[in-house]
């Protein structure tokens, strides 16, 4: 048995690369959104950005609070088993 933490640092690293990429997902929306207001094209503000916005918050952006509540937990003694659930599960 070894006592590597290699699945501990892949997991982390997934994680962050996860809130990494939905961060400059969003951020590019944000771009879209004001180009879309510069070049004042509100159709396209409306039927683009704001839609796509919604969908990415409300799917990958719970995914990323749920990343980071598990993080900030104190999981020692809640519990039988003392292990942080899976986010997956």
């Given at each position: 048995?070894s006592?590597?933490?290699?699945?501990?640092?892949?997991?982390?690293?997934m994680?962050?690369?996860?809130?990494?990429?939905?961060?400059?997902?969003?951020?590019?929306?944000?771009?879209?959104?004001?180009n879309?207001?510069?070049?004042?094209?509100?159709?396209?503000?409306?039927?683009?950005?704001?839609?796509?916005?919604?969908?990415?918050?409300?799917?990958?952006?719970?995914m990323?609070?749920?990343?980071?509540?598990?993080?900030?937990?104190?999981w020692v003694?809640?519990?039988?088993?003392?292990?942080?659930?899976?986010?997956?599960?």
């Amino acid at each position: 048995m070894s006592t590597s933490d290699l699945s501990v640092y892949n997991s982390f690293k997934m994680k962050t690369s996860v809130i990494l990429g939905i961060a400059q997902m969003v951020m590019g929306l944000v771009i879209k959104g004001f180009n879309s207001l510069y070049f004042k094209k509100m159709i396209d503000l409306k039927h683009e950005v704001i839609p796509q916005m919604l969908l990415l918050i409300c799917m990958f952006g719970y995914m990323d609070l749920l990343i980071i509540i598990k993080w900030n937990t104190d999981w020692v003694g809640m519990g039988e088993s003392s292990r942080a659930p899976s986010i997956v599960n």
